[in-house]
């Protein structure tokens, strides 16, 4: 017993260590809806490489404390550098699109990602294991399959908050933290997905906590489509409002 006790007390000690270590406690692990992101009065814009899959696409790997706060751009010497992760370029821009204007080639929201969030892992991940984490963790996760298993699709109908939730804790194995935003109509809608995950990046955990701002502050919230939303895929830098004209 006494053994046994000591061998727990160091394991404990051990997962003290390595995260006290790492800088930061956890990970929210955050996927965006398109749908959700281009329907607003704000609207969105396309990569020049095409418009994005109807897929959830990733905003980013956020280290974060147990107590609710977070570090936030750790290392000004330690810049995005394009060139460390040149063979991740293709699925980047397929599973962590950028849609905010202007989207150009997406290459500044991953900048952006790794200078405010992944600078403050970096003691665990360099740039090229940072995003090749994300981009693990994007295909481990399967979110609109977990949905669309549990009846839950893109096709603008509106959804219980506790079936969403019920839905994803199925396939990942943990509770999500969902946050909405408001279409250009002031209705509520799915917007993001946060998991809880280890300091290591590679283990899906319950949250240690949940983010302190608002969630959704209704119980039934709308699924907006992505196919056909807004008209068809420009090669140009184009705004599409939500009457699908577009604003250059
Ligand atoms: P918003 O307030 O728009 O949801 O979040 C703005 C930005 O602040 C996020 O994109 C993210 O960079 C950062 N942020 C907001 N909440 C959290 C949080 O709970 N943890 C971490 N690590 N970052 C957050
Ligand atoms: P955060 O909220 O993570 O601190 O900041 C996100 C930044 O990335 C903002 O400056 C935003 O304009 C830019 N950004 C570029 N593309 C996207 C996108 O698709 N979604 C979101 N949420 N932000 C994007």
């Given at each position: 017993m006494r053994i046994t006790s000591s061998a727990f007390g160091i394991l404990l000690l051990l997962v003290f260590l390595s995260s006290a270590q790492a800088g930061y406690d956890f990970f929210y692990f955050v996927l965006q809806w398109p749908g959700s992101n281009c329907d607003t009065s704000s609207g969105c814009c396309y990569p020049s490489?095409?418009?994005p899959p109807s897929n959830f696409g990733i905003h980013g790997l956020w280290p974060n404390y147990n107590n609710s706060s977070?570090?936030?751009?750790?290392d000004p010497n330690n810049p995005f550098n394009i060139s460390q992760i040149q063979d991740?370029?293709?699925s980047l821009r397929t599973n962590w699109p950028s849609l905010a204007c202007p989207s150009i080639d997406s290459t500044?929201?991953?900048q952006h990602e790794w200078n405010?969030?992944?600078?403050?892992?970096e003691s665990v991940m360099n740039q090229h294991a940072y995003f090749q984490v994300n981009l693990n963790l994007k295909s481990r996760?399967?979110?609109?399959?977990?949905l669309q298993s549990a009846g839950i699709t893109p096709n603008n109908e509106f959804y219980s908050l506790t079936n969403i939730k019920t839905a994803i804790k199925a396939g990942v194995g943990h509770t999500p933290w969902i946050q909405c935003n408001k279409n250009a109509a002031g209705t509520?809608?799915?917007y993001q997905v946060y998991i809880c995950i280890d300091h290591s990046g590679t283990v899906l955990i319950d949250c240690p906590v949940y983010p302190t701002r608002g969630g959704c502050s209704t119980s039934s919230i709308q699924f907006p489509s992505f196919v056909g939303q807004h008209g068809k895929t420009?090669?140009?830098?184009?705004?599409?409002?939500e009457k699908g004209s577009i604003e250059k």
């Open positions: 490489y095409g418009k977070y570090p936030a751009n750790c991740l370029v293709t500044s929201y991953w405010k969030h992944g600078t403050c892992s996760i399967k979110l609109l399959q977990y509520y809608q799915l420009s090669p140009l830098e184009t705004t599409f409002n």
